[in-house]
């Protein structure tokens, strides 16, 4: 409509002068005018000039007076035309904002006498203000010294009125030509592309933005964790089999059978294969021993140790069953001192809640060499947590069956102002390296902690299935900002 109008126009006039003016004139709205320039203007059709106007609108209290009357106007109706009326009661007749305006307003017109009793000073009076606000809805002109006093009443404001003036372009045409953007097996067909007219490449067009792929917030997490584990010389475990046997996730680490994480509450049993197919069968000896009745200054358990409970096959509930055949490897050889590191996934089977999920990942550190002892634990967990940005560190004694002595690991959050518990630590007992093969002075500190807890934290999410699972938001996972820990 707008389109065949300007173009028909331009047919047979110079010049559209004002676009506001054509379109009030072809009874079309304005916006349709002016979308319809840009677009001939892109394709040359047309030559278009900016105009600029300023006009005035009314306010909603503009608009009011506009249909009700100016308050000074309605509160000099409101009294009589012989006589007087009191103040209360002429009040009580007009809106609170009405009777206050109308009052310092007529006061100022000396239309009325104010006092106790208000009367009027004239006979008749004309309602100015609202004339004004009409014409200037109407889109008329008014004087100069109206303009300033509607204003200074904030009655009207000013508004810029934007549209073009237009003039035929290089490329006009009294119709716009359709052009063909695709070569189609019909066109050859029917032998018409010979006529058709073809829409210009744009190598300047935008192309649709590139997918990528996007790193999960616990990868970006991971990722610093182990920049920092690589800093201080760790070396990255092979962590890379969920399904254990319960003899490295358990036994190995002096965790007696009828250990209540064992049970079937905590721990996801395999069905098929339910059973590991092999272990070292002298170091199962000795682990048996040490179960059953101690050595290296141990007194054991003092239990039946059952080689059919070790071959129970589960989903590793903890990285440490890892370190254990990391160690057991490293007894092997001539000693030689050891930083180990591994980040994944364990499986425990608890309730799920926002906290809780039976997965998770657990980032664990260990260092063997002679003669360590907890100094040097509290000293390496220093390095490894202030590079984490955490530097006010506390331990409370805490029980691992496999670590004695054995600490839990709380950190100060500024933002919570408390102490949290963000790890466990300990030095891995006798009772489990000497059945190894590691020399009596060699010793094996370690820590272990949850990856989720500081992602969570990290990214503010305070319920984990935000963060894991089938209902994470993706479009979460592409905006995620890169993770900053560590690197200081
Ligand atoms: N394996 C422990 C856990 O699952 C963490 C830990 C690792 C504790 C190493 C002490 C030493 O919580």
Not at 9 to 33: K, M, R, W
Not at 279 to 290: I, S
Not at 426 to 431: H, L, Q, T
Request: hydrophobic share 35%.
């Amino acid at each position: 409509m707008a389109e065949d109008a300007i173009l028909g126009y331009l047919s047979t006039a110079e010049e559209i002068p004002d676009s506001g003016l054509f379109a009030s004139q072809h009874c079309l709205p304005h916006n349709d005018v002016v979308n319809v320039i840009k677009s001939l203007h892109g394709f040359r059709y047309i030559d278009a000039q900016d105009i600029k106007r300023e006009s005035w609108v009314l306010t909603d209290e503009g608009k009011k007076y506009a249909a009700d009357g100016s308050p000074e106007v309605q509160l000099f109706l409101a009294i009589p035309q012989e006589g007087s009326i009191s103040k209360d009661e002429l009040q009580k007749k007009l809106e609170p904002s009405v009777f206050k305006i109308g009052c310092s307003q007529a006061g100022k017109n000396k239309w009325v006498d104010m006092g106790k009793q208000v009367s009027r000073k004239v006979q008749h009076v004309e309602d100015k203000v609202k004339d004004l606000l009409i014409r200037v809805q109407n889109g008329e002109e008014i004087g100069k010294d109206d303009v300033s006093s509607l204003k200074a009443r904030k009655l009207i404001v000013a508004q810029t009125w934007k549209g073009y003036s237009v003039r035929k372009g290089p490329n006009y045409a009294p119709k716009r030509k359709k052009v063909a953007t695709d070569l189609t097996r019909e066109n050859l067909q029917r032998g018409d592309w010979k006529e058709l007219e073809f829409k210009e490449y744009n190598f300047n067009a935008k192309g649709p933005p590139a997918e990528a792929g996007h790193l999960h917030p616990l990868l970006k997490v991971k990722q610093q964790f182990m920049n920092i584990f690589l800093q201080i010389g760790f070396e990255e475990m092979p962590t890379n089999n969920f399904v254990e046997s319960s003899f490295w996730n358990f036994d190995a680490l002096f965790q007696p059978q009828q250990h209540p994480a064992r049970d079937s509450h905590d721990t996801f049993f395999l069905e098929a294969p339910s059973t590991t197919r092999e272990l070292p069968e002298d170091y199962v000896q000795l682990v048996k021993r040490v179960h059953e009745s101690g050595g290296y200054g141990s007194r054991g358990y003092m239990y039946d140790w059952k080689r059919e409970e070790a071959n129970k096959n589960l989903l590793r509930t903890h990285t440490t069953a890892v370190s254990a055949r990391m160690l057991y490897a490293l007894a092997k050889q001539p000693f030689a001192p050891k930083r180990y590191f591994s980040i994944d996934r364990v499986f425990r089977n608890e309730s799920v809640d926002r906290t809780h999920l039976a997965e998770f990942h657990q980032i664990e550190g260990l260092v063997c060499d002679r003669g360590l002892t907890l100094g040097d634990l509290i000293g390496v967990l220093d390095n490894f947590f202030s590079r984490l940005g955490m530097s006010k560190l506390r331990f409370k004694p805490a029980y691992n069956p496999y670590t004695e002595p054995s600490m839990e690991i709380f950190s100060y959050h500024e933002g919570l102002k408390k102490w949290v518990e963000i790890g466990n630590s300990g030095m891995f007992r006798p009772e489990m390296l000497l059945p190894m093969g590691f020399p009596e002075d060699v010793r094996v500190i370690a820590w272990g902690l949850s990856l989720e807890r500081p992602t969570m934290i990290l990214y503010g999410i305070d319920n984990i299935r935000d963060l894991f699972g089938h209902k994470v938001d993706l479009s979460l996972i592409k905006r995620n900002p890169i993770c900053r820990i560590g690197i200081n």
